[in-house]
């Protein structure tokens, strides 16, 4: 396999940009309207689910961990099925993932103008809503061509704004429950297995997203050893605010699973109307700073097939001032916009799901394949790495299933 490629780009991906990359792309949509729905499964006990979660997705990224550890090029899943099943499996992965990506990014842009219409309301009628997506879009894509320490520099901004109003939600209302203690009537509750699997699945979904930093690599200063650090850093940090998040919902709202926006409505008791409008502007900002990450990785994954033969070349062509893959950069953006406009945040949500479970299930099946075929070039080997590959497939095709299943009763 070739060990260049084509574009000539910069690596200046730091360590803790990388991470960044990853919480900031971890951190979206769906911490913030998640919590009512595990409400309705496991009830006041739903915190505890975001733990057991915590630690199926963390086998799945200790597969990804090692697999990454072997690459220092740009191409995340694709690259890293490629060469472990050839390169129809590959290509094929790339696809899923790059088509995974642009729904979830499309998504997102849904979500950007659905809650920001809360502050401007025109923003419901369909040329405000265009114009605003429109402008996002330009906006970010300027930056992402301008070159890599910027486009990190905003993405590492974007992370702090998100993860700031979450951490004043969780200690606003913990030092609520210590003052005056919980208004809830707390119950004894039983919760069946199906309905803790089902929690524990539909969980899953607020801790992927990580893979998508591993896009990039090729542009990172030192992909092979960094990227399994960032990936434990960034589960360091998304777990405890996932899991103390949702034990303030539940302990502050009498009926969470009846509500749409529980965040901003468990704000609205313990801080009024100041920290509940602070959360919708988190929203905001997290769906902002999703999709700035977002731009930075997904891009990659065209460039990475030209770079390895299976696209046209010039796709992969770096910009002759700032040495970015311009091109895939604007053909995202295009396409993203065109999701955007003629689809819903529910429709690209669904098309986004299955591919990414899929693409999980591969990167694990690819572990013990790659230590067959490359012996020794992977640089962090992973204990009990084939037990781990077999869990990590089979916790990926369960929450497919579950996922189809949803699917074919809606």
Request: glycine share 10%; charged share 10%; hydrophobic share 50%.
């Amino acid at each position: 396999m070739s060990q260049s490629g084509t574009t000539n780009v910069v690596r200046a991906i730091s360590r803790w940009s990388l991470a960044a990359l990853m919480v900031n792309i971890m951190v979206g949509s769906g911490i913030l309207g998640l919590p009512s729905k595990v409400v309705s499964l496991t009830g006041r006990q739903s915190p505890i689910a975001f733990l057991i979660a915590a630690g199926g997705i963390a086998v799945i990224a200790a597969c990804f961990a090692e697999v990454a550890s072997s690459f220092r090029e740009s191409g995340g899943p694709y690259l890293y099925t490629r060469a472990a099943f050839g390169g129809l499996v590959g290509l094929q992965t790339g696809w899923l993932n790059w088509l995974s990506r642009l729904a979830s990014s499309a998504a997102n842009a849904n979500l950007f103008s659905d809650y920001l219409a809360e502050f401007w309301p025109r923003l419901r009628e369909p040329l405000p809503r265009g114009v605003a997506i429109t402008l996002l879009l330009a906006v970010l894509t300027a930056v992402d061509i301008r070159g890599v320490r910027m486009r990190t520099g905003v993405s590492s901004l974007f992370t702090i704004g998100k993860i700031v109003p979450l951490v004043v939600f969780i200690l606003a209302g913990c030092a609520f429950l210590l003052l005056r203690g919980t208004p809830v009537p707390i119950g004894p509750e039983s919760h069946d297995t199906y309905a803790w699997l089902n929690s524990v699945l539909l969980i899953t979904f607020v801790y992927v997203g990580f893979e998508a930093a591993l896009i990039p690599p090729g542009e990172a200063r030192n992909p092979d050893r960094d990227a399994p650090i960032a990936m434990l850093i960034a589960l360091g940090i998304c777990t405890p605010i996932y899991t103390l998040v949702q034990f303030v919902v539940v302990q502050t709202l009498a009926s969470p699973a009846k509500s749409d926006r529980p965040l901003a409505a468990a704000a609205h008791v313990f801080g009024g109307p100041v920290l509940s409008a602070t959360i919708v502007l988190g929203v905001v900002i997290s769906v902002v700073g999703y999709f700035a990450a977002g731009m930075i990785a997904t891009p990659r994954i065209v460039s990475a097939f030209a770079q390895q033969g299976d696209f046209p070349r010039w796709f992969g062509s770096g910009h002759q001032r700032y040495k970015t893959p311009y091109i895939s950069i604007l053909v995202y953006a295009t396409l993203v916009w065109a999701l955007a406009m003629l689809g819903t945040f529910g429709w690209n949500a669904k098309l986004s799901a299955v591919s990414r479970l899929i693409t999980h299930a591969l990167i694990c099946g690819a572990l013990p394949t790659l230590r067959w075929k490359r012996p020794g070039i992977d640089k962090s080997r992973l204990p009990m790495g084939r037990l781990f590959a077999l869990i990590g497939t089979a916790s990926a095709g369960s929450c497919s299933a579950v996922q189809a299943e949803s699917r074919s009763k809606c």
